[in-house]
């Protein structure tokens, strides 16, 4: 058996396309409700996600709760029950609860934003919504009739607007001053990293940079140099759980190491069916696992997780040399496993499971099993009491034989990520606290029996 080369570090994508569903290939936004529910805006309709299937949601004729308009430009919320759409004619509000949209506001809106309240952007005007009247109260007014706010951002001291001609404007939450930081481009994105650093997005005028004490770089992509920005059209910026920056742009998704100061660009190609499926980015987010979600210009949404991407990746071949002699691995070491996706990850003989299902038998604690996957490390659950105790670590160690639990343990053990057996050895449920990370892996995937 021998390793796969990943070709300069290329990244194994999953996706979602119409042909699992989805109402369109061009995706504008993405978001994930306080329930990890992926919700997709497309060119028509509005996607629903659960990480098993897709529902969409679109203009329905004399229904007054549907979705108004099926183009979607942006959506948010407020995690609390509430979606709210952008769409080319106004804005939506759709209740988690009741499963029914509300028209919020008709007419050309430019921008969208959710911080302790909802705001739009109208030209050179905000807006805040009222929620007890139901009107949208003037919040602020930029100096300039020929102004468009496109994008805006509230950190703790300031209030940040991105404009389509004239940079980025920043207005001091405590003295009112409004200052002008970046004084041209036509800005896309506005994000804030976990170090408090804004990272924006510009059509022509690359990605800026604005550091916490206030200095500004701007990156630009400089031909000839493998390690400079892809594009300076960019439109997206997330950062990973491992603190690196990735950007999407008209060129490829690039990741910034912040350590290094370089950029790894990559861009869809037809020889490599699990990469990305379109090279132009526009939308990128993160769900509570660390899996990145990118929707594309013409491919559809895209995933992958970061943290895995630095393990060697077998998989199954006919020619044997080639990979894995077969996609279905019974045994490795004194472990049994059952391999349900495309190959095993694996480096130092500690494997991180991705794909994987496992389960034993302790063999310092005969009446005692387990079972898991990396995001959980290890839980133990005793045969007799029922009682648990997890070990959060990113690998499962691997013990001597197998026993299937029932599902009974279900109810017991809790809001952990792995899955459980029934007693004849197959899987079943998967706990709801990580329902989109696993299903995702798993969907497409027939129950499966462990010899």
Known sequence: MVSIPL???NITFSHLTTDDGLSQFSVN?????????????TREGLNRYDGNDIQTYKLRKNDPNSLFCNNISRITGNRNGKIYILCTEGVAEFNLSTQKFTTLLQGSI????????????????????????????????LAGENLEIFCMHQDKDNFWMGTTSNGVYCLNLTDKELTHPIQKGNITSIYQDSEGELWIGSWEEGLFLVKSNGEIINFKNKPGNPHSISSDFVRACCEDNLGNIWIGTFNGLNRYNKSTGLFQNHTASDAQSDGLTHSSIWCIVKDNQGTLWLGTYFGGVNYFNPEYEIYTRYTYSSTEPKGLSNPVVGRTS??????????????HSVYHIQRLIITGHRTDSPETDFCGTAHTGRVFVDLHTGSFS?????????????????????????????????????YDDMFKHHRIFLKTYFKHIPTCHID
């Open 7 to 9: 070709q300069g570090q």
């Open 29 to 41: 936004s993405l978001y994930i409700d306080e329930n990890g529910i992926l919700w997709i805006g």
């Open 110 to 141: 430019s921008s969208i934003y959710y911080n302790n309240g909802l705001f739009i952007g109208k030209k050179n005007e905000i807006y805040r919504y009222n929620e007890q009247t139901g009107n949208f109260d003037l919040y602020y007014q």
């Open 334 to 347: 004194n472990c049994r496993i059952s391999l349900l996706g495309r190959g095993i990850r694996h480096r």
């Open 390 to 426: 997890c070990q959060g670590s990113n690998h499962i160690y691997f013990f001597d034989t197998v026993q299937f639990f029932s599902l009974d343990f279900l109810h017991r053990i809790g809001q952990c990520s792995f899955i459980l057996f029934k007693s004849q050895g197959r």
